[in-house]
C-alpha cells in the first residue's frame, strides 16, 4: 500500500488559485486553504461567510435544520412555513431510509410527505400566522400527528411571524400533539451548521426527556450524527443487535420521536457527525450527566475499534467479549473484501470535500483500500472539526453566529444521573477513551495533503487539474462538473444511490463501488477516436505518487 | 405504502400544502438563464436557494448547473444585499468570465425590497461589469405564483437586457419555446431548418444542459441562444411565443418595445398542438411546408390509428405545468383518452378554464383544478375516489403509481430517476411517437403483467 | 408458466429444433426488395409463404406489406412453377404496375429445382415485362441459412440486376446497411448528410414500411432506393458493408463486377462500432468528421458515464440476429455489462468466433451457440442455469421473460407487441442513448418494482 | 335500423374491376364475383386455383393444417417437418387461447412451444427421416407428451419423405406416445382448405374413437369449428355450463386429445365453422351416428337461436327451462348494449372478406348494430358456404382437390349409434331443426349486396375506393393497407387481440369494439391541415345508403 509515499507539494497550485481572487477574496481564501504540517497547529478557517459570487458548495440554515436534522424522522410532520420552494427542494431528497415496519403497515411514516404553508404575497404583506395555525390545524384535523414541527424560511423572520408563539397555542389547544417550532431561516449563520444548531437546541428543549420510561436491555445507547442515508443506521442496528447493545434513538437517521424522548435514558452518546449534533451531546451530558466520545463506523476496522470503544466504556467482561465474537465474525470478509479490490485501487488517489463527518470518515475507508487523500475539506465545519475540540477555546464567534441560541444547560434537578463517576470516566480516559473529545480531520490527514474548507469552483476545478485524481468525493451539484472532466466522482451526501457503507457490510459495498468506479471502460473512450492524437494518456498524472 | 396516510376522503384545505406540484420561482429563472450563451446565472439571496436550485436541476439533467449566490447573511438581510451582489458581481466576472450574469430575486431578497434595477445599473456605472460583458435580471418573488412563472420572468428579463431595435427589419421569426427540454428546442430548431425558416430561438438550453462528455469540462457549453441573436429578435417579424403562462410576457415586451407581433401557441405537444404550431411557423416564417412533414406527421397519425385501441377509453390522471398540461391534455383527447384528473400547482385562472374547454365534449367530467391547495395530495385522494388507467408527470408521480398500482409516464419537471428527456424531444409529430410509445409501453406492460397466462398476447 | 414445460437439464439434441431462434429465407429477401423503390417483391412457391412472410412483416411493422406470390399448386410442384411465374409477371405489371418486380424462390420451387435465370430471361424476351420495367432475383432456399441469408441474397439480386458501370467514377460512398429497421436507415442517411458524406444506400426501407397516415394508400410509398441511385453504386468510390451476414456477398459483388472496393463493418449500434462507422464514412467519402458529431457522440458517452452504476456487472443474455448481436454485445462490453447468453439460430462459424473474441477480457465465461439447436429453448435451459439481469431479443423473448421474471428489451425481429423501433433508431450515437433509456429503464422499473418501501429511491 | 333500404348496385364497379384485369383473369374472376339476387339461384365460383401475381388473402395447405386445425390443442407436440419457417410463423401467431389450468400447474400445455426438424440442405438431398425420427426422439425424451403430430411441409413431399411410416414406427416404439403424421405440403389443394380436410381425415384416423369412457353429463355434445379466438370457446363454456350441457370436446379451440379420443361419445355435433371441420361432422355421423346441426353463437340472437335447437334437440322440457331461463338472464343486456351503440353504429356499411365462417356470421353481429354489409366474402371456401350444401352434389372435383384424400368411412361395427331414429331426425326437421344442412352466406345477404370469393388486393381496393365503408373486415395482411385509405380494419381472424366475440358477453364485447372503432378521432384528422382544402368530407359517401 501507498502508506509512506510523499504526496505532491500543493503550495504552488493554491498560489495559482488564489492568483485569480481579487486581492481581498484571496487573502481571505488563503487561510481556508491549508497545507498539513503535522508537526505544527495550524488554524484551518472555518464557519465563515461565503464569499458571494464565488462557486460554494454550501446551503443554508434551513437546510441544515430541516433537511438534516429533523427530516430524518418519521412521526413528526414537519411543515415548513414559507413560500413552496423551500420544503419541495427538501422533499425526499436526501435518502434517509426509515423503516416505519416495527410499527405496522399503519406505522407513521410522513418522510414522503412535503408540507407547505405555500406563503403567497398576501401573507408576505399582511403576515402568515394566520395560515400558519390553519395549516398547522389541517395538519392535525387530516393527519393526527404526535408532533408537528415548523419550519421558517428566510420571509419568516423579516415579516416578524412568531412561529413559536403560534406553535405553542396550537399545542396547547390540541393537547396530544406536540407542536414546536424553529427559527431557522436560510440567511442565519453562514451555512447549514447554523442549522443543525437551531435543530439541535429546539430537539432539546421540546422532545428530548419528555418520556422517563426506562429501557429494558442492558447496555443502552444512542447514535447521534448518523442520518441513515443509503441504511446505514439499519447495518449500525445489525451489529449493535449482533453485540447485544440497544440503541435507545438514532439521531435521526431512521428515527422516531418516541426515540428521541426517551434518548435521555440511555448510557452513553456515540457521536459520529460531530458537527451536526455535538450540542445534543454537550447538554444532555450537562442536563442528564450522559458521556458521549466520538466514534467512526465507516471502515471495517474503524467499525471494530469503535465497537470495542463501547465494550470498554461498560467495563463488562461479557459484552466485550461478545463485541470480540462479532468482530472476528464479521472483519475477515472485511479484509478479503478491501484485499480484493487492492489491485484496482491501490496507490489511487482520493479528493472528498463534504459536509458533515464524511470528509474525515471516508479518508480512513480509502486507506484500506490502499488510496491516499490528497486533498479534503468541509463544507460547512468549524475549525474544531479539522483542529480538534482543543481549539474550542479559541474560536471567536463572529456577527453571523452571534444570533444563534446558545442554550443554557444546568444538571437537571430530578433526572441528572452521572453515568459513571469523573473518576471512572478518568480511568477510562487512562485507557484510551476520550470523552468529548474529537481531534479533528487534519489529526489523521498526511503532511503535504491540502485541506480547504467551503471549496469553491474555481479551487476545485484547478486541484483537479494538479492533482488529477481517480475518484472526487463530494456531492450532487459538483458531481457532473468534476465528471465532465473524465474523473468519477463518488456523491458522500447521497452514495449515488448505494449504499449502506457504514459498518462491515458497509465497507465491502464502499470498496466494491468504488472498485467499480475506477474500472469503469468509459473513461478511457471520452475521446471521439478522429480526435485522438495518441498522447492523452489519462494515467501519466499518477507518476509523481509512484 | 409509500403514502399509507393519504385518506380517500378529501377535505377542504385553505392553507395546508401537501406535496406540490410546482415550485418556486427562482428555479425557473435560472433554467431559462442557462438558454443564454455564456451566461451565469445568479440568485439573489441566500445560499440555499441557489443549492437547492442547482441540486433539482442536476438531478433532472445529469448535468452540470452552474450559478452564483450573493450568499446572504443576517446583516444583509436587514442592511440589503447591494454589497453582495455588487460583490458577486465582480468575483464571478473576474473568476468565471461570463459573457453575461442572469440575476434573480429570491423570496428573501423580494421581502426586504431590493432594487435589481438600481444595484446593476450601480455595478455598471462602478466599473463592476466589465467592458463587453452584460447583466440582466428579473424579479422572481417565491411567493407569486410558482417556477413557471421564474421562467417567464427570466424571459422577460432577457428581452429587456438583451434585445436591440435596429429598425432594420430582419427576415426571421422569434420562438419563445417556453419551458421545455433541450431535446425539444433542439427538435423545434430542426424543424424549423427543415422548414426553411429563419428562426430565433429563446431560450435555448440545447447543448448546454445536455452537454457531451469528452473529456474536457466547458463551464460554458456551446450551446444557448448567443446574446447577438437574442439582440437582433427586435427586427424580426414576428414572435411565436409557446405556452402561454411561459412565454407570453416576453411575446408582449417585443411587441410593446420593439413593434414585433406576436402569436401565442400552445407548445407543440402532440398532433393538434404540433398542427397549428407547424401552419403558425410556415405562415409567419412565409414558407410552404414541405412534403416531409406531410410524412412526418402522417407517421405520428399512422402511431395513432394502429394503436388506438389500446388508449381509447383509457383514464388518465396527469399533473405538472399549465403550458405543458394544456397541449398534452389535448392530445389525450386527439387519442381517445379520457383526461380525468388534472392538477397544477401554477395559478392562473385561464388554466381550468382552458382544459374544461378542451374536454367538454369528450371529458366532461375531468376534474381539473390549479394554485393554491391544487397539490399530488388532491391528486392522490382524486385517484382514489375515481381510479385512472395511466399517470402522467413528474418523479414524485411514482409514489402514487406504486401505492395505487397505475401504469406511470415521467412527463414534465423534474425527471429524477430516468434519462432521455434530456435527448428525446416530446415536442412535433417525432415528439408524439415517442409520447405514444411511453405510454403504450406502460399501458402494454401493465397488460402483459396482468394478464393470466392464458390471456398473454404474442401480438399486440 | 407459458414455457412450463422447459426442463432446467440441458439435454444434447441433434434434431429437433425448439423455438427458434431464427426463420427462413425468404421473408429477408422480401424485407430487401421493399427497400427498392417502386419495388413488388415477389414469391415463387406456395401461397402460404408469401402469406407467412407479409404476415410477420405487417406485424412488426404494422404497416402495409405487399407481395405476390406464383401460388404453386400441386401440378406445379410436379411440373416446374415457370408457368405460374410468366402468368404472375403478367397479373403484376399489368394490375399493380410497379417498377420492378423482386423475386426469391421458396424451399418448394428450390427443391425442384426451378431456374430463376431462365424464366426470367424468357419472360422479358416473351414481352411479359413492360418496357423501362425491371425484374430481378435471387435464390433463397429455406433450408440454408436463415433470414439473414435471404435478405443478404436479395442484396446481392438487386446488385446483379440493378448496379451499372459507366466508367464514369461518382464521388459517392455506397452503404449496404444491413438487415436494419427504417428508422437505423433514416439515421444513416441523416448521419452522412451531416457529414457531408455523399452516399448511395440500399436497401432502404425507410419511408416505405414506416408509410404515413394520410388518408391515401400508396402502393408503392415514397421510400425505397431509387433504381437510378442504386444503378449508380457501380460508379462509387467504395462500399461500406454493415454486417457480414447481410452485406458482404453484395459488397464482394460489387467489388468483383464493378471494382468498387469496399470494407465490412459492424452495424453501427453503440458506441465502438458507432465510431468506427463514423470513422470509416469520414475516410472513404473523404470528409472531415464535424464537430457536430463529437457533440452527439459526447452525450452518448456522457450518459454512460453518468448511469454505469445500473448497468456495471448486469448479466444479460441476448439472442437474434449475427450482425445485430455482435455490435450489441461490444455495446454491453462497453457499458461494463456481462454478455452471459449469446444465442442465434443463423449459422456460419465466424459468429461464435467473434463473440469470443469480444468477451475474451471482460467476459470469459460467455456462454454463445449459433446454428443448429442454438434456439431459444436452449438459452432459456442457460438461463435457469444461470440467471441474469436482463433478457434483449425479439417479441418472442417475452415468454421467457415472464417465465423467469428477468427484465426485457424487445431488440431484434420480429417485435410484434410493441411500437417504436421503425421510428426511432437504434444506430449511431443516438441510438446508443436509446438503446441505454429502453435498457436502463427496465432494470430500473425493476428496481422501483421489488424495492421495499423503505428503500425506494426518489432520485436513480 | 336500416334494414330495408336499397343498397347501391355494384356491377358498374365490378366491370371496372375486372376491366384492369388481362381477359382470361378477368373471365375466371368474374365467376366468383356475384351480385346477389335472392330471387334466383347463383353460382359462386370458389375452391379454384389463386392465379399467380394476384395479391391474394390465402395462404396455404400447411396453415389450414397445422396453424389453423391442430394449433389449438394443447397436449399434442405440433412438430413441423421441413425448414424451419413454416413452424416459426405458426408459433401462436393466431391467438387460439388455452387454459390447462384444470390440469394443474403442470398440465400439459405445448402451445408456446415451435418444434421444428429444421431441414437442411443435406435433409433435402439426402431425404430427411433419419432427421424426424431423432427429432421425434427428442421430443419424446425431453416432454413425454401423450401425442406428437407431425407437419409435413413442401419439400417433404416433394424428396418423398415418408412421414406416416417414420410416425408408425415411433408410435410403436414409444408405445404410450400417439404419434401420427400429416400430409399437408403447402403445395396441396388451392388453400388452407385442403389442409382442413387433411387435418379432418387424420384426426378421425388416429384420434377420435380411441378413448369409449362414457360421459357422466346428461347433454353431451362436441362443438366442431370453434378455435377460441381471443377466448371465444372460454364464453361458450360458461354458457353451455350455465344451461347445463357438458362439452365433451371443442374441435379444436381450448382442446386437448383427451377430449378428442372421447368425442365420439356425444350425443350431438355443433358445426360453427362449417368449412373447416364438416369432415370431421360428416364421419363422425358415418361412422357413429351423431347427428350434427350448423350453429352460429356469433351475436346475442344467434346464440339464443342455437341454445334453443339444442334444447329441441333434447326434447327434454327440463333443459329447455334453463336454456330459456339462461337466454333471459342474458340476452336483455345484449339487446341494450346493442342500443347503447346504435347511435354511432346505426345505418354504417360493412364489408368483409375472412376466412372461415366469419365473414357470414359476423354479418349478423353488425345487422344487430343496424349496419348494412354491403359486401362479403370467404378467402378460403367452397361454393357450399356460398349457396348452401344442396350444391353438393354439383360441385365438380377438379385437378386440385382430387388428390385430397376422400376417407371411406362406414358405421362402426360396435360403436355406431344413431342418436336418434330417422323418425325422430325428420320430426325435428318439421319442427325446424336442419340436420346436417348448411344454407350458405348469400342465403343471410341482401340484395345487391356483392360477394366476392378470394378477393385480391385490387378487387378491395376498388371496393372500398366505390363504397367507402365505414368499417372493413379482414386480416392482418389486409389491416394497415385498408386503415391507409382511411377506413379502419377489423381483424377477424385475431379480433385485433380483443374479443370474445361468441356468445352473449362477447356480443357485447363486439359491439363496443366497433363503436369504439366508428367513433375513434384520428380518421378526422388524417390530412395534414395546410393541405386541407375543407371539400374532403369523409362521409359524403354515405349518402346513397339513407
Given amino acids: 500500500m501507498s502508506e509512506d509515499k510523499k504526496l505532491p507539494d500543493p503550495s504552488i ?11 481581498k477574496i484571496a487573502r481571505k481564501r488563503a487561510k481556508s486553504m491549508v497545507v498539513v504540517d503535522k508537526s505544527m497547529d495550524q488554524e484551518v478557517q472555518s464557519n ?37 420552494g423551500c420544503s419541495f427542494y427538501a422533499w425526499l431528497t436526501r435518502r434517509n431510509q426509515t423503516d416505519p415496519g416495527e410499527a405496522g403497515p399503519d406505522g407513521e411514516n410522513f418522510i414522503n410527505y412535503c408540507f407547505s404553508t405555500d406563503m403567497q404575497d398576501s401573507n408576505i404583506v399582511f403576515g402568515g400566522e394566520k395560515k400558519l395555525k390553519q395549516a398547522i390545524q389541517e395538519a392535525y384535523d387530516i393527519f393526527k400527528p404526535k408532533a408537528i414541527g415548523v419550519f421558517s424560511t428566510c420571509p419568516v423572520g423579516l415579516i416578524g411571524d412568531d412561529v413559536h408563539a403560534v406553535s405553542r397555542e396550537m399545542k396547547e389547544k390540541f393537547g396530544d400533539c406536540n407542536v414546536f417550532g424553529f427559527s431557522c431561516e436560510g440567511y442565519k449563520g453562514v451555512s447549514q451548521s447554523a442549522g443543525h444548531h437551531i435543530a439541535n437546541n429546539q430537539l432539546f428543549k421540546h422532545v428530548i426527556g419528555r418520556d422517563n420510561t426506562q429501557p429494558e436491555g442492558k447496555y443502552n445507547i444512542n447514535l447521534l450524527g448518523e442520518y441513515n442515508i443509503g441504511g446505514d443506521a439499519f447495518e449500525l442496528d445489525r451489529i449493535f443487535e449482533l453485540c447485544g447493545i440497544n440503541v435507545i434513538s438514532t439521531f435521526s437517521g431512521n428515527s422516531n420521536v418516541t426515540g428521541f424522548e426517551r434518548s435521555h435514558t440511555a448510557d452513553l452518546n456515540l457521536v459520529m457527525c460531530h458537527r451536526s449534533i455535538n450540542y445534543v451531546a454537550e447538554m444532555m451530558e450537562t442536563k442528564y450527566g450522559i458521556p458521549w466520545f466520538k466514534v467512526n463506523f465507516i471502515g471495517g476496522d474503524a467499525t471494530a475499534k469503535s465497537l470495542r470503544r463501547i465494550g470498554e466504556y461498560y467495563e463488562d467482561p461479557e459484552l466485550i467479549a461478545r463485541i470480540e465474537e462479532v468482530i472476528t465474525a464479521e472483519l475477515p470478509s472485511v479484509k478479503q473484501a478491501a484485499k ?15 459536509g458533515g463527518s464524511r470528509a474525515h470518515h471516508y479518508q480512513e475507508l480509502f486507506a484500506e483500500m490502499g488510496m491516499t487523500t490528497v ?14 475540540r482543543k481549539v474550542l477555546p479559541t474560536i471567536k464567534v463572529d456577527a453571523d453566529s452571534r444570533n444563534i441560541e446558545e442554550l443554557k444547560i444546568e444538571a437537571d434537578p430530578e433526572l441528572y444521573n452521572p453515568r459513571k463517576t469523573k473518576v471512572e470516566l478518568e480511568d477510562l480516559e487512562k485507557n484510551g477513551l476520550e470523552f468529548s473529545e474529537y481531534k479533528g480531520m487534519k489529526n489523521d490527514m498526511a503532511d503535504q495533503s491540502l485541506i480547504v474548507d467551503d471549496i469553491s469552483h474555481w479551487e476545485a476545478d484547478k486541484l483537479i487539474e494538479y492533482y488529477k485524481p481517480d475518484i472526487f468525493c463530494a456531492g450532487i451539484k459538483e458531481k457532473y462538473v468534476v465528471q465532465k472532466m473524465g474523473i468519477p466522482l463518488k456523491q458522500l451526501h447521497s452514495y449515488d444511490y448505494g449504499g449502506p457503507y457504514a459498518g462491515f457490510e458497509g465497507a465491502k459495498n464502499f470498496y466494491t463501488d468504488i472498485e467499480r468506479m475506477l474500472s469503469t471502460s468509459i473513461w478511457k473512450k471520452l475521446k471521439a477516436p478522429w480526435l485522438e492524437t495518441g498522447a492523452s494518456d489519462p494515467c501519466i498524472c499518477a507518476e509523481y505518487v509512484a | 405504502m409509500l403514502l399509507r396516510h393519504t385518506p380517500k376522503e378529501v377535505k377542504e384545505r385553505k392553507a395546508l400544502t401537501i406535496n406540490p406540484a410546482k415550485t418556486c420561482q427562482p428555479v425557473g429563472a435560472m433554467y431559462a438563464a442557462l438558454g443564454v450563451h455564456g451566461c451565469l446565472p445568479h440568485s439573489h439571496g441566500s445560499q440555499g436557494c441557489c443549492s437547492y436550485h442547482r441540486s433539482v436541476l442536476t438531478r433532472h439533467y445529469k448535468d452540470p448547473i452552474m450559478a452564483g449566490t450573493s450568499a446572504f447573511t443576517e446583516g444583509s438581510s436587514v442592511f440589503g444585499g447591494q454589497a453582495n451582489l455588487m460583490q458577486a458581481l465582480t468575483n464571478m466576472f473576474t473568476i468565471y468570465n461570463p459573457d453575461l450574469v442572469a440575476v434573480h430575486t429570491t423570496c428573501l431578497s423580494e421581502t426586504i425590497g431590493d432594487d435589481l434595477n438600481q444595484i446593476c445599473s450601480k455595478a455598471i456605472e462602478d466599473g463592476k461589469v466589465p467592458a463587453g460583458k452584460k447583466v440582466i435580471y428579473c424579479n422572481t418573488p417565491s411567493y407569486i ?10 424571459c422577460t428579463g432577457i428581452v429587456k437586457g438583451l ?28 424543424i424549423a431548418k427543415d422548414m426553411g425558416a429563419k428562426i ?3 431560450p435555448d438550453t440545447s447543448d448546454v444542459v445536455d452537454s457531451p462528455q469528452t473529456g474536457e469540462y466547458k463551464m460554458y457549453p456551446d450551446g444557448g441562444a448567443t446574446v447577438e441573436d437574442i439582440a437582433s429578435s427586435g427586427d424580426s417579424i414576428k414572435t411565436l411565443a409557446c405556452g402561454a403562462f411561459a412565454s407570453e410576457d416576453a411575446a408582449k415586451l417585443l411587441d410593446s418595445s420593439f413593434k414585433v407581433p406576436y402569436e401565442v401557441l400552445d407548445i407543440p405537444v402532440g398532433l393538434s398542438a404540433s398542427d397549428r404550431f407547424i401552419t403558425a411557423l410556415s405562415e409567419a416564417a412565409r414558407v410552404t411546408v414541405p412534403a416531409a412533414f406531410v410524412a412526418e406527421r402522417g407517421r405520428l397519425v399512422d402511431v395513432i390509428a394502429d394503436m388506438t385501441q389500446y388508449l381509447h377509453g383509457k383514464k388518465v390522471a396527469i399533473f405538472g405545468d399549465p403550458d405543458q398540461l394544456i397541449p398534452m391534455v389535448e392530445f389525450l383527447l386527439d387519442l381517445d383518452m379520457i383526461p380525468t384528473h388534472v392538477i397544477s400547482g401554477t395559478p392562473g385562472k385561464k388554466f381550468t378554464k382552458k382544459i374544461q374547454e378542451l374536454c367538454a365534449e369528450k371529458a366532461p367530467n375531468v376534474q381539473v383544478q390549479n394554485g393554491a391547495q391544487a397539490d399530488m395530495f388532491l391528486l392522490h385522494q382524486w385517484i382514489k375516489n375515481e381510479p385512472v388507467d395511466l399517470l402522467l408527470g413528474n418523479t414524485y408521480g411514482k409514489y402514487i403509481a406504486r401505492d395505487e398500482d397505475i401504469p406511470f409516464v415521467r412527463y414534465g419537471f423534474p425527471i429524477l430517476d430516468r434519462i432521455g428527456h434530456s435527448y428525446f424531444p416530446t415536442v412535433g409529430y417525432t415528439g408524439g411517437i415517442r409520447l405514444l410509445e411511453l405510454m403504450l409501453g406502460a399501458i402494454m406492460d401493465r397488460q402483459d403483467r396482468d394478464a393470466d397466462d392464458t390471456k398473454v398476447e404474442l401480438v399486440m
Fill in chain 1, 48 to 84: 465563515v461567510r461565503t464569499i458571494p459570487g464565488i462557486i460554494t458548495q454550501r446551503g443554508c440554515c434551513y437546510a441544515g435544520c430541516k433537511g438534516v436534522v429533523l427530516g430524518p424522522t418519521r412521526d413528526i410532520i414537519n411543515l415548513v412555513h414559507g413560500p413552496i
Fill in chain 1, 375 to 388: 486533498s479534503a475539506g468541509y463544507e460547512f465545519a468549524h475549525r474544531d472539526d479539522y483542529e480538534g
Fill in chain 2, 145 to 154: 405564483g410558482s417556477h413557471v412563472t421564474g421562467f417567464s420572468n427570466m
Fill in chain 1, 13 to 23: 497550485i493554491k498560489e495559482e488559485i488564489l492568483a485569480k481572487y481579487p486581492p
Fill in chain 2, 163 to 190: 434585445v436591440e431595435h435596429t429598425g432594420v427589419a430582419k427576415d426571421q421569426v422569434n420562438i419563445l419555446p417556453g419551458w421545455v427540454e433541450p431535446s425539444d428546442m433542439r427538435e423545434i430548431k430542426r
Fill in chain 1, 340 to 354: 480484493d479490490v487492492l489491485k484496482t485501487t491501490d496507490g489511487k488517489l482520493a479528493m472528498m470535500f463534504v
Fill in chain 2, 200 to 202: 430565433v430561438l429563446y
